[in-house]
């Protein structure tokens, strides 16, 4: 797009003593200038300091032209960027296509962390493509049979029912099973506290969207799951991270941003972190619940690897300290399978009914059908059977990962066996140009998802997450070959472009 800061407007010939005011002739100038062309559609004025000296008016006259021309219809301003001259959409055409719907949208902001989520998302099974990007549990896994006979047995029994409206809190039946496991795991106490959301996704969005509003502070771990920064700055909060190492979040660096800010809202996967694999020592959720309370923020909490302990620890729940300040997520996601949509966040109190509010607004319940059939699945005691089935799965996909990553790339990486979930948390030896990586990783065929788009600060460590639950230990294997390929031509291709001679 054109820039007028190129296109000088002659204001040499401005009558000063004139019948019409400097600001109606400035209009004018403007008017006619864009309504001739010179001044292109979508392009920006100077700003209103730089018209004012140029003009020789005072900066309120030249805001006011401005203001003009924008009631005209002439110009838009956009908060922080300024004024630009606006842009009609061309007339839907053959031969621009769609593309009217370009301006008549809002401005795109999608964020590096969205599209690589979106990247994830929409490249996880093209053909010819290695996908250490995807953490999904992988399908052989599913307990497809067991839920088709549940499925008919939810028609045969309660028929049409099954296809109902509920509740925006969801079913009572499942409710009443997750809150049975609540009780044991302590993170919930009865099925009023439960509401049923479409994954944990709904569940941590909800939960920011209740608890934070624009200019609040947040705290994540950094690096974290990608969901949980998009929806936290969906919020127009500003967030921070503090550090994970291999005892959780950095409880110590949290208390320290806490002394400088009034922060809201925590958010934290308290075992089998995404992407670290660590989990919170019981020092530190200990302290971390006292803080909560004598600070008095929330937490959301999420727990959708935390069942998947490759050693079968169990990390009791930052919850069962402090049930009125954590907001508890989870999902059935990552154990069955994330196409269920099926998760639930526990909470209790004021932000609990605010909560079930959002989701009433969002999409007034999750489906009825798949309700009926997690609540049936859970009560016949068939989850602690198929994740302790699952485990040894995992266990040896992330042995192939990590076994790939030694032949490949030795000495070039640092990376801590994840305690549990399904990520390697990758940390190269020396830093490269992670975005150039992503790039001609794609064009070898692997993508991964890079440390930037999960990491709440620059870093000058280049890192990765790299997810085998989806993949068999060929394919690991291979993927991790094709990415040890991409690095080398990245650096061949740094070394080459400083070496090169300047002219
Ligand atoms: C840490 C973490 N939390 C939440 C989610 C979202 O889970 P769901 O599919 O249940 O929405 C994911 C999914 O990748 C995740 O990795």
């Given at each position: 797009?054109?820039d007028?800061m190129?296109?000088?407007?002659?204001?040499?010939?401005?009558?000063?003593?004139?019948?019409?005011?400097?600001?109606?002739?400035?209009?004018?100038?403007?008017?006619?200038a864009?309504d001739?062309?010179?001044?292109?559609?979508?392009?920006?004025?100077?700003?209103?300091?730089?018209?004012?000296?140029?003009?020789?008016?005072n900066?309120?006259?030249?805001?006011?032209?401005?203001?003009?021309?924008?009631e005209?219809?002439?110009?838009?301003?956009?908060?922080?960027?300024?004024?630009f001259?606006?842009?009609?959409?061309?007339?839907?055409?053959?031969?621009?296509?769609?593309?009217w719907q370009?301006?008549?949208?809002?401005?795109?902001?999608t964020?590096?962390?969205?599209?690589v989520?979106?990247?994830?998302?929409?490249?996880?099974?093209?053909?010819g493509?290695?996908?250490?990007?995807?953490?999904?549990?992988a399908?052989?896994?599913?307990?497809?049979?067991?839920?088709?006979?549940?499925?008919?047995?939810v028609?045969?029994?309660?028929?049409?029912?099954a296809?109902?409206?509920?509740?925006?809190?969801?079913?009572?039946?499942?409710?009443?099973?997750?809150?049975?496991?609540?009780r044991?795991?302590g993170?919930?106490?009865?099925?009023?506290?439960?509401?049923?959301t479409?994954?944990a996704?709904?569940?941590?969005?909800?939960?920011?969207?209740?608890?934070?509003?624009p200019?609040?502070?947040a705290?994540?771990?950094?690096?974290?799951?990608i969901?949980?920064?998009?929806?936290m700055?969906?919020?127009?909060a500003?967030?921070?991270?503090?550090?994970?190492?291999?005892?959780?979040?950095?409880?110590d660096?949290?208390?320290?941003?806490?002394?400088?800010?009034?922060?809201?809202?925590v958010?934290?996967?308290?075992?089998?972190?995404?992407?670290?694999?660590?989990?919170?020592?019981?020092?530190?959720?200990?302290?971390?619940?006292?803080?909560?309370?004598?600070?008095n923020?929330?937490?959301?909490?999420?727990?959708?690897?935390?069942?998947?302990?490759?050693?079968?620890?169990?990390v009791?729940?930052?919850?069962?300290?402090?049930?009125?300040h954590?907001?508890?997520v989870?999902?059935?996601?990552?154990?069955?399978?994330?196409?269920?949509?099926?998760?639930?966040v526990?909470?209790?109190?004021?932000?609990?009914?605010?909560?079930?509010?959002?989701?009433?607004?969002?999409?007034?319940?999750?489906?009825?059908?798949i309700?009926?059939?997690a609540?049936?699945?859970l009560?016949?005691?068939?989850?602690?059977?198929h994740?302790?089935?699952?485990i040894?799965?995992?266990r040896?996909?992330?042995?192939?990962l990590?076994?790939?990553?030694?032949r490949?790339?030795?000495?070039?990486y640092?990376?801590d066996?994840?305690?549990?979930?399904?990520?390697?948390?990758?940390?190269?030896t020396r830093?490269?140009?992670?975005?150039?990586?992503?790039?001609?990783?794609?064009?070898?065929?692997?993508?991964?998802?890079?440390?930037?788009?999960?990491?709440?600060e620059?870093?000058?460590?280049?890192?990765l997450?790299?997810?085998?639950?989806l993949?068999?230990?060929?394919q690991?294997?291979?993927?991790?070959?094709?990415?040890?390929?991409?690095?080398?031509?990245?650096?061949?291709?740094?070394r080459?472009?400083?070496?090169?001679?300047?002219?």
């Amino acid at each position: 797009m054109a820039d007028a800061m190129s296109y000088k407007l002659n204001l040499s010939d401005l009558e000063r003593d004139g019948d019409v005011s400097i600001t109606q002739q400035l209009v004018d100038r403007f008017a006619a200038a864009i309504d001739a062309g010179e001044l292109e559609r979508g392009s920006k004025l100077p700003p209103t300091r730089e018209l004012a000296a140029e003009a020789g008016v005072n900066h309120l006259t030249a805001a006011r032209v401005y203001r003009k021309l924008a009631e005209l219809g002439y110009v838009t301003a956009q908060v922080g960027r300024g004024t630009f001259v606006r842009t009609l959409a061309p007339a839907g055409s053959a031969s621009h296509g769609d593309d009217w719907q370009v301006y008549a949208l809002p401005p795109d902001d999608t964020s590096y962390s969205e599209q690589v989520l979106a990247d994830t998302f929409s490249l996880a099974n093209r053909e010819g493509v290695i996908s250490l990007a995807t953490g999904w549990p992988a399908p052989s896994t599913y307990p497809t049979q067991e839920l088709a006979r549940i499925a008919a047995d939810v028609f045969e029994e309660i028929g049409g029912e099954a296809l109902s409206y509920l509740p925006a809190e969801g079913l009572f039946d499942l409710r009443e099973q997750i809150a049975a496991r609540g009780r044991m795991y302590g993170y919930a106490e009865d099925a009023d506290e439960l509401v049923i959301t479409s994954g944990a996704q709904q569940a941590i969005a909800l939960s920011a969207r209740a608890t934070l509003e624009p200019g609040d502070v947040a705290v994540i771990e950094s690096p974290t799951f990608i969901g949980m920064m998009t929806a936290m700055r969906g919020t127009g909060a500003r967030v921070i991270g503090v550090p994970v190492d291999e005892h959780g979040m950095d409880v110590d660096a949290l208390e320290r941003l806490l002394a400088r800010h009034e922060v809201k809202l925590v958010g934290l996967q308290s075992a089998c972190q995404n992407p670290t694999g660590s989990s919170i020592s019981d020092e530190r959720r200990a302290r971390l619940a006292e803080l909560a309370v004598e600070r008095n923020f929330f937490i959301i909490e999420d727990r959708v690897y935390a069942d998947m302990h490759f050693d079968g620890k169990l990390v009791r729940p930052v919850r069962e300290l402090a049930p009125a300040h954590v907001l508890y997520v989870n999902s059935l996601s990552k154990v069955v399978g994330g196409g269920l949509r099926t998760g639930w966040v526990a909470a209790r109190g004021p932000v609990r009914d605010r909560i079930a509010m959002l989701k009433l607004e969002a999409d007034f319940h999750s489906p009825t059908l798949i309700q009926h059939m997690a609540a049936r699945w859970l009560a016949t005691g068939a989850y602690d059977r198929h994740v302790a089935g699952t485990i040894p799965f995992y266990r040896e996909r992330r042995d192939a990962l990590l076994a790939a990553l030694e032949r490949h790339l030795p000495g070039e990486y640092h990376a801590d066996p994840p305690e549990g979930g399904h990520h390697v948390w990758v940390t190269l030896t020396r830093p490269l140009d992670e975005r150039a990586l992503y790039a001609e990783a794609a064009r070898g065929g692997v993508m991964f998802t890079p440390g930037g788009a999960v990491t709440a600060e620059r870093r000058s460590q280049t890192s990765l997450r790299l997810s085998f639950s989806l993949l068999d230990p060929d394919q690991l294997d291979e993927g991790v070959r094709r990415l040890a390929r991409a690095i080398r031509e990245v650096r061949r291709r740094a070394r080459h472009s400083v070496a090169a001679p300047m002219s």
